[in-house]
C-alpha cells in the first residue's frame, strides 16, 4: 500500500472515530491519527449491569472490584503499547487525578466520563 506512515493512503491523516460509552455503534469523538498509534480503554464493551449499575471488566488491583472513573480514555501515542498502557492506568484512577496525570504526559488524550463529559488534549470533529 502506497502513502506515508499514519496516512490513508492519499496523504490525509486516518480519523478514528471513538466509540460512544452510551450509544453502541455511535462515535461521541473523531480523531485524526498521522503517525503512531491510538488505543481507548472504557467501562463500556466488556461489561455486565446490575442494579442498574455498570460494571466494567478493569479491576482495580488494590481492591479486586470494577473501576468506578472514567467512562473512556483514548491515547495518541508514538508507540501503541504506550498508548494502550495510558489508557488503561488512567482508568485506574479517580477522575481529576486521572485528567492531571494524562495532561503531565505529553502526548494527545481525550477522556469521557460518566455524565459524558469530554475531556482532552485530543482535537475532536
Not at 502506497?2 to 462515535?27: F, L, N, Y
Request: aromatic share 6%.
Amino acid at each position: 500500500m502506497g502513502g506515508q506512515c499514519g496516512s490513508d493512503g492519499t496523504g490525509e491523516p486516518w480519523i478514528i472515530g471513538i466509540r460512544h460509552p452510551a450509544k453502541k455503534g455511535g462515535a461521541i469523538a473523531r480523531l485524526p491519527l498521522v503517525t503512531g498509534g491510538l488505543a481507548s480503554s472504557g467501562d463500556y464493551e466488556r461489561c455486565i449491569e446490575a442494579d442498574g449499575r455498570r460494571y466494567g471488566h478493569i479491576l482495580n488491583p488494590k481492591t479486586g472490584w470494577p473501576v468506578q472513573g472514567l467512562a473512556s480514555v483514548s491515547v495518541m501515542a508514538d508507540q501503541c503499547l504506550v498508548a494502550g498502557s495510558s489508557a488503561t492506568l488512567a482508568l485506574l484512577m479517580p477522575d481529576k487525578e486521572a485528567l492531571s496525570w494524562l495532561e503531565s504526559l505529553g502526548v494527545s488524550w481525550l477522556a469521557v466520563d460518566t455524565e459524558l463529559n469530554i475531556y482532552g488534549a485530543a482535537s475532536t470533529s
